[in-house]
């Protein structure tokens, strides 16, 4: 079947160092991934998306890029800020449903001084 | 901006009661959802509809019911909740093909 896969559930890091949240997925066709983002007491917002293969995309000074090869859409920033805390979820989307997105398990960043 | 809007935004019940949670959205989106957000399992989903009538089944449907009423109005509705229910549910809506989803502020309910 389809599904997404995050191996983090926690990650914390000092003020300007680079992040990498991990993303693999599962599915029979081409998919659309897409991640998002959800800061304390709100509602998940779409950071990025993409469906084009070894493409990097780019967001708020968030890039990821979608590799088919190794079903991977790993999440990365240079430098991350105090405002970067927040859970992430990647999603799919995949071309055999596409109406409906499938979450990951999600990644909480924290983000210290 | 897209707008989703649920009520209520918290609920407390108790085990074997009735819930109804309301969804609106004003976006003149044909898809709705109805996902669960719990630690360790991110949000998974209920029910879906793309329309006024229909329903479909998602991952987690047991001891759900939806409806679709309008396109604006989607209702989750737990006729016997149980404590395993308790979680933060959140509504959302989309238009056409591989575009946004656009997600309500969520419900948290609470079942003792």
């Known amino acids: 079947g389809d599904s997404v896969t995050q191996t983090e559930g926690l990650v914390t890091l000092t003020k300007g160092l680079p992040v990498m949240l991990n993303c693999t997925y599962q599915?029979?066709?081409?998919?659309?991934l897409f991640w998002y983002v959800q800061h304390l007491n709100e509602a998940p917002k779409l950071l990025l998306k993409s469906s084009t293969d070894n493409k990097r995309t780019e967001h708020q000074g968030f890039y990821a890029t979608l590799h088919k090869s190794s079903s991977s859409f790993h999440l990365q920033k240079s430098s991350v800020q105090l405002s970067d805390s927040a859970l992430y979820f990647c999603a799919l989307s995949p071309m055999s449903n596409y109406n409906v997105l499938y979450f990951g398990s999600g990644t909480k960043l924290t983000v210290e001084p | 901006e897209a707008a989703v809007t649920q009520s209520p935004r918290n609920k407390v019940t108790v085990t074997g009661g009735n819930v109804t949670l309301s969804c609106r959205q004003t976006n003149s989106h044909n898809y709705m959802y109805w996902y669960r957000q719990d630690t360790g399992h991110g949000l998974r989903l209920i029910h879906y509809s793309y329309g006024a009538g229909n329903l479909q089944i998602g991952d987690v449907p047991d001891g759900y019911k939806a409806t679709r009423t309008t396109q604006e109005d989607f209702f989750l509705l737990l006729e016997l909740a149980s404590p395993s229910q308790t979680s933060l549910y959140f509504c959302?809506?989309?238009?056409?093909?591989?575009?946004?989803?656009?997600f309500g502020k969520g419900t948290r309910l609470t079942v003792v």
């Open positions: 599915t029979t066709y081409s998919p659309f």
């Open positions: 959302a809506s989309r238009g056409q093909g591989y575009t946004e989803v656009f």
